[in-house]
T-cell receptor, first 111, second 114 residues
Framework: DVKVTQSSRYLVKRTGEKVFLECVQD?????MFWYRQDPGLGLRLIYF???????EKGDIPEGYSVSREKKERFSLILESASTNQTSMYLC??????????FGEGSWLTVV | AQSVTQPDIHITVSEGASLELRCNYS??????LFWYVQSPGQGLQLLLK??????LVQGIKGFEAEFKRSQSSFNLRKPSVHWSDAAEYFC????????????FGKGTHLIIQP
């Protein structure tokens, strides 16, 4: 089975802190994604990556950055967390032209 | 730009009754279509997908979906729902099934009445 692992399920951070959300996949997938999910808004794509050290902006990249130093790992970075970034963050991976598989999500609260 | 509309925010169905969740999409080329389910506090689990071929697609947990190009729809159906089907359901469309991510609908919350 495909496994997408988000190491932190629940985080509470203070405004202005730098936040790292880590994601690892075990299927040698080329593509990795970060979405955020908010009630009534569904899932929105923040960033994606189709290769190591490559990244592309999604629909809502403002306030976020990403890092992909190794094929299996894709990190989402909030340089200076703000309360409007309180949300559920979902990591996903896929092989091109195939199904996207999701992790279980990371609940981030910024206070 | 591609988009997905799930017209029903909430649907309530009695246990044992049939279910249909609606999904309409806007996409310039032949779409890759997906239905995902999300239980509370969990990630998204793939129910089924349509890439090409037979327009009636069978998925897990007894779900099926039918691709209708003329109506730009990909509705999800189940002949008899169980209490464990209560969850959030998302329809999604993408190009190539994943090269640049998926566009999701806003979801339909399914409530099962005893």
């Amino acid at each position: 089975d495909v496994k997408v692992t988000q190491s932190s399920r629940y985080l509470v951070k203070r405004t202005g802190e730098k936040v790292f959300l880590e994601c690892v996949q075990d299927m040698d997938h080329e593509n990795m994604f970060w979405y955020r999910q908010d009630p009534g808004l569904g899932l929105r794509l923040i960033y994606f990556s189709y290769d190591v050290k490559m990244k592309e902006k999604g629909d809502i990249p403002e306030g976020y950055s990403v890092s992909r130093e190794k094929k299996e790992r894709f990190s989402l970075i909030l340089e200076s967390a703000s309360t409007n970034q309180t949300s559920m963050y979902l990591c996903a991976s896929s092989q091109t032209r195939n199904t996207i598989y999701f992790g279980e999500g990371s609940w981030l609260t910024v206070v | 730009a591609q988009s997905v509309t799930q017209p029903d925010i909430h649907i309530t169905v009695s246990e044992g009754a049939s279910l249909e969740l609606r999904c309409n999409y806007s996409y310039g080329a032949t779409p890759y279509l997906f239905w995902y389910v999300q239980s509370p506090g969990q990630g998204l689990q793939l129910l089924l997908k349509y890439f090409s071929g037979d327009t009636l697609v069978q998925g897990i947990k007894g779900f099926e979906a039918e691709f209708k190009r003329s109506q730009s729809s990909f509705n999800l159906r189940k002949p008899s729902v169980h209490w464990s089907d209560a969850a959030e359901y998302f329809c999604a469309v993408g190009e190539g099934g994943g090269a640049d991510g998926l566009t999701f609908g806003k979801g339909t919350h399914l409530i099962i009445q005893p």
